[in-house]
């Protein structure tokens, strides 16, 4: 039997996910992805689940999707197999997920961690979309959600020229919302994956909603939106339980009901 693509671990109310393909740089396969629906679609019902990490290695969070893989493909076989679909399942999870980013994030790489809703990379990470030099673009989002994160003019740059980016540029790009040593990447994703865990189930997951609510529509929509699901949290007794506990100066306890 292979080595399954990855590797996930439990740690209370969080779920870490570590890219095991070290030698492919995690190259990104069909397994890659059957495999991480497979754990995460029935994970993502769990409501003692708050939120999940997903790392690679010291060397590559991921260098792309498999190019030996789709190498000798037909259009016809690209197409029927609508190649690439299954992260579309994976972008939809409703569990918070953070990338937590060492090394190259390279096509496909770079477009997992701009599924998640937010990434902490070590100094030494690389990022970039260079599927132009290959005779091909990205095609696991990159041009949709590259583009909402860091403007068009930089999208363009990195999507058209395939360059590389560093590590400070991308934070300054705002391309990934933390940039600490690379030794503390995962123990920093974790923590932040724990504190948000931590609160209420309900407001965490509409607060998410409300965010993306915010690439789709416009903004006296998303604001409507926005002011409607608050109004609905009052319908649970966590937002009792969180502002009691202000008042009583107490911590608070979250039951996610
Ligand atoms: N697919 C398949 N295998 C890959 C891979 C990828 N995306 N990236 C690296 N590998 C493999 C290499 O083939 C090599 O395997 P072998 O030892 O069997 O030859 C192994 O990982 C180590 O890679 P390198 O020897 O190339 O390592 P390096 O340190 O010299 O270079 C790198 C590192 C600059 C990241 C280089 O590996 C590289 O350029 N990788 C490809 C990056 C890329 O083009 N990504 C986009 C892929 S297409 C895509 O993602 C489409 C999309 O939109 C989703």
């Known amino acids: 039997m292979s080595e399954p693509s990855i590797i996930s671990e439990r740690r209370d109310r969080v779920l870490l996910i570590t890219l095991n393909r070290p ?18 679609v029935p994970a993502d019902k769990d409501p003692s689940l708050g939120c999940i990490v997903i790392t690679g290695s010291e060397k590559a969070f991921a260098a792309g999707a498999d190019i030996k893989e789709m190498q000798d493909k037909s259009y016809q076989a690209m197409a029927r197999q609508d190649y690439f679909a299954e992260w579309e399942t994976f972008a939809r999870l409703r569990t918070p997920r953070i990338a937590a980013v060492n090394g190259y994030a390279l096509g496909g790489g770079c477009e997992l961690m701009l599924m998640c809703d937010f990434a902490i990379a070590g100094r030494s990470a690389r990022f970039g979309l260079p599927e132009i030099k290959l005779g091909v673009m990205p095609g696991m989002g990159g041009t949709q959600r590259l583009p909402r994160l860091v403007g068009r003019a930089l999208a363009m740059d990195l999507i058209l020229t395939g360059r590389t980016m560093e590590a400070d540029e991308a934070l300054a790009a705002g391309l990934v919302a933390r940039l600490v040593e690379d030794d503390a990447v995962v ?19 509409l607060a998410r909603d409300a965010v993306n609510r915010a690439d789709e529509v416009s ?5 409507l939106f926005e002011r409607r699901v608050f ?27």
Do not use: C, W
């Open 23 to 40: 030698g492919q740089l995690n190259a990104l396969s069909a397994d890659t992805i059957a495999e991480l629906n497979a754990l995460l």
């Open 187 to 205: 123990e920093t994703a974790l923590q932040a994956a724990q504190t948000i865990a931590g609160y209420s189930k309900p407001a965490t997951l």
């Open 219 to 223: 903004l006296s929509e998303g604001t």
């Open 231 to 257: 109004h609905s949290l009052f319908a649970t007794s966590d937002q009792r339980e969180g502002m009691t506990a202000f008042v009583e100066k107490r911590p608070p306890v979250f039951t996610g009901n």
